[in-house]
């Protein structure tokens, strides 16, 4: 009885047992590629948290690690600044509705509720027109640095166009109201919480 490679081959349990040997081969080499570059990719994305944390607080405003010391409040992930084990701020994200999709706002509160700073971390904004809420490309971010509810009425959290304090741009005033209100949100955020996020 002579044995027929061609038969095999054509028979449906060798393309299943091939693809199986070829998926398992793949497998294995992407586990291995995750495990080599996995620790690495995670400290580049620490870095660059850290760094981000670090540009709405006030330089030597705290003395410990940002990425460490959070807390959880009503599904929002705090970062806790702390001086000597006091709490400083806190830092968190907030997200509103822009022009093509959501804006997502880094913002560094102080204790007492007053920005120290906020920053574009995401958005899909329009090139040159909505994405002058990057500090990169504008100062304009850096209006809402020390801003708080107490020392601005809550009717003023607005772009001019809407009567409020903070400048619009021409052709794109639907993505710095989406900026203001995040902010805004997040002020109201915090307020509401205060005692759970410095205390907790």
Partial sequence: MSFDLALVR???SYQGISLGIVALVASALLSVGNSLTGPAIAEAEARDLQ???AQVLP????DNELLKDTITVDGM???KARKAGAVTGVVFQQAKRGYAGDVVVLMGVDAKGTLLGARVIKHQETPGLGDKIEVAKS???RDFDGKSLE???ADKWAVKKDGGVFDQFAGATIT???VVKA???GLDFFAAHRDEIIGG
């Fill in 10 to 12: 054509n028979k449906l």
């Fill in 51 to 53: 760094a981000s944390l």
């Fill in 59 to 62: 330089e030597g405003s705290y």
């Fill in 77 to 79: 992930l705090i970062y």
């Fill in 139 to 141: 100062k304009w971010i």
């Fill in 151 to 153: 020392n601005l009425p």
């Fill in 176 to 178: 710095p109201r989406a």
């Fill in 183 to 185: 902010v805004k949100g």
